[in-house]
C-alpha cells in the first residue's frame, strides 16, 4: 500500500464515497448543480409561467429554445424545485416528462402519461377512440370522487418538442394546447428543443392553439461565467460524512487548478471553441473517478491532460493517424503557404516535398526509414487528404470557372467547371500551422528531419 502523503487530510471510505457521488453526479448532470449561473432571467419566466398554472390554475404554455448545453432542462428542473418548495402540498399539482426520443407515437405518450398520472384503470378501451377523447378521460380521472371538484394543475415537461411535432397529425400537441388555451382545465405546457425553427413545424391548427410564447436560453456570455459553472460542480459542501476541515481543503485545490495557468488555457479554448458545459464538466470526471483515501484531492496533471485531450478536434483526432507520406503533403502544403501560396495543386506539393527529400536525402536515409515515393503513390496519399477533407477544392471565381457548389470534385473526373487533370487542380489546407505543428509534435514515429521541417 503507498505511504500517505502527510500534508493530505486523513479521510474513510464513506466519505470518498460521498464526495464521488455528489461530484460525479453534478459532472453527468444526474444531480442539480447549487446555483444556475448566468441563467437568472429565464428561470423567473418559466417559475412565473408554472406558478400561474400550479396556484392559480391558469392555462399555459411556452417552448424553451437554446443550443445544446446552455442549461435548459436544468433551468426546468431549477424551476419545479422552487415550485414544490413553495407549493408545499404537491398532491395539489401533477409533472408529467415526455420525450421526443422516448415517445415516438402518440400512443406510447399517451400511456406513460397515464403511468406518471398513478391512474391504474385498463385504458384499451379508451385507446380505441381518439386521442382527445382518451386524453380527457385520463385527466377527468384525477377527479376525486366528489364529480364537482376541479381537476388538479397538471404541468407537462416535453424534452426534445421538435421530435414530438414529427407525429402524424401531431394529435398529442393539438390536444395539449387547445386544453391549455381553453382553460377548462388547468395545465402548463412546456416545451423544450435546439431548433430554434421549431414554429415551422408545426401544422397550422396547433400553432393557432399555441400561445407563441417563447424563452431564449443563450450560452454563458464570459470565461468568467465559463469557470464559475465548473466551480459550482466541483467544490462540496460539509455534511455528516464530510467534515468541514476536509471540505475546505478540497475546495481550495478546486480553486487553485481552475486557476492555474495551464487548466484557464485550456478552458478558454473549449469556451471559444463551442461553449458546451457538458464538455467541460466531463473532462473532471476521470480526475474524480480517481480519489482514494491515499489521494483524496483531485490531481491537477490528470485534469491538464482530460482537458488536453477534451479541447482536441474531432478533425486533429481523425488526421492523428495518418501515414508518414500524408504527413509530408500536409507539411509540403504548409510550406507552399509560408511561401505566399493561397492555392496549390498535386504538382506543386510533390515537387515541394521532392525537393525537400532530395536535399535532406543523406541525413534520413542514414537510419534507413525514409525514401522519395513515386508520384503515383503520393497522388494516392493525396488524395485520401482530400477524402478526408483536410484539402479541399479551392473555390474560383466566375471568370476561372467554379468547383461545383464546394464539393470536393478531384476525384470526381471532369466536372462542371473543372476540365484539368485532377494532379492540376487547386487545392486548399484546411489546417492551421500551428496545428500542423500540434500535428507533428503529438507522434512519436516522425524521423527528426521531418520534424524540424515541420517546425520551420
Known sequence: MPARNPALPKVSDETIRAVKNTVLGRLYGRAPLPNLVGLDAPLNSIYALLSQTALNSEGNSALILGPRGSGKTSLVHRALSMLSQTHTSKANYHVVHLNGFVHTTDRIALRDIARQLLIKQDLEHVLIGSFADAFTYILNLLRSDDESTAIPPVIFVLEEFDLLAQHPKQSLLYTLFDIAQSQQTPIAVLGVTARIDVLDLLEKRVKSRFSHRQIYVHNMASVEEFVQIAREALCIDPSHTVSEAFARQFNMRIEDILTSRTVSQHIEDIFEFGKDVRQLLRAFSPAVSQLTTVNPLLNASTVESQLAQTNTSAKMQIISSISLLELCLII??????????????????????????????????????????????????????????????????????SSVHGRNDLLAGTAAGIRAPKEYRMVQLMLEPSQVVELVSGRIDIPAVIRRWAQQ
Open 332 to 401: 509540403a502544403m504548409r510550406s507552399l503557404m509560408q511561401l505566399g501560396s493561397t492555392k496549390y495543386n498535386f504538382e506543386m506539393v510533390y515537387d515541394e516535398y521532392k525537393t525537400f527529400m532530395s536535399r535532406h536525402m543523406m541525413a534520413v536515409s542514414a537510419g534507413g526509414a525514409m525514401k522519395i515515393y513515386k508520384k503515383p503513390v503520393a497522388l494516392k496519399a493525396f488524395e485520401t487528404l482530400v477524402e478526408l477533407e483536410i484539402a479541399r477544392p479551392a473555390l474560383m471565381s466566375v471568370g476561372e470557372g
